[in-house]
């Protein structure tokens, strides 16, 4: 029994997806339809750059689902592995859970794409810049550091954003309050605590203005069941039902991104193994949440045709 899982903000890179898109017309169709979707050469920035702009947040969500979404069309028409035959349940980190629910039929890419990139403009626009601030902090189990978090915030917010793996929890906030956290961690038997190069305090009540935009957007869009069950982030727990995933899409904008339970949930209903399309970023935190439910990474053409062979 497998999952498909699909990466988000952080694994973008200038360059990504255009392997695919020269080799398959089933890759290039999907760059091209998110590309008439958003108005913009999408693709040109993925594959020319710059850098900073690719990772400005409206850019690079979109931008990551699309590669994402590459890789699996030129599995499914290429390789002949389709997602449905495959995959007893999808999942996605952060926007990945948009990728997840596309690959998993419950969006169309053109909606996924205008989703996305209303989401990362939301975001961005929540809070001012320099306001807000992200912090791993290494070492430390999710119970640890959501205290820590809880004592740092005082008078402002400060929570327990992202529980990725065992040791790898993030925090998001005030500047000041993550600073505080940092701080506190060191002093708790953290092995270290580095502050991320992020835009936004993403997954936090700050981004409470962007869980209202988000809100009415999905209220709008044709989303439907999913032909297999989503893990959802905020709940760590299998969902199909349209309504239900809408309001916990709402909720992950400021909610914990609860990763690491995901994959042990996932583990505990008899998933053995773990396909990640379109990034190498879940594998490394998935061996250490389920060491013995591998995970096949495929980003780029030979990765795909490699997995096609696997599965």
Known sequence: MRAFIFPGQGSQSVGMGRGLADASPHARAVFEEVDEALGQSLSRLMWEGPEETLTLTANAQPAIMAASIA?????????????????????????????????????????????????????????????????????LDFEAVAAIAAEAAQDQVCAAANDNAPGQVVVSGHTEAVARAMSLARTRGARHSVLLPVSAPFHCPLMAPAADAMAAALAAAPLRGPYVPLIANVTAAAVTDPDTIRRLLVEQVTGTVRWRESVLAMASLGVTGFVELGGKVLGPMNRRITPDCPTISAADMAGVEALAKEL
């Not at 996924?112 to 990139?117: E, Q, Y």
Request: hydrophobic residues 55%; charged residues 15%.
């Open 71 to 139: 890789a699996l069309r030129v599995l499914e028409a290429e390789g002949g592995v389709r997602l449905a035959d495959k995959a007893s349940f999808v999942a996605g980190h952060s926007l990945g859970e948009y990728t997840a629910l596309c690959a998993a039929g419950a969006l169309g890419l053109a909606d996924t794409a205008r989703l996305l990139r209303l989401r990362g403009e939301a975001m961005q626009a929540a809070v001012a810049p320099g306001v807000g601030a992200m912090a791993a902090l290494l070492g």
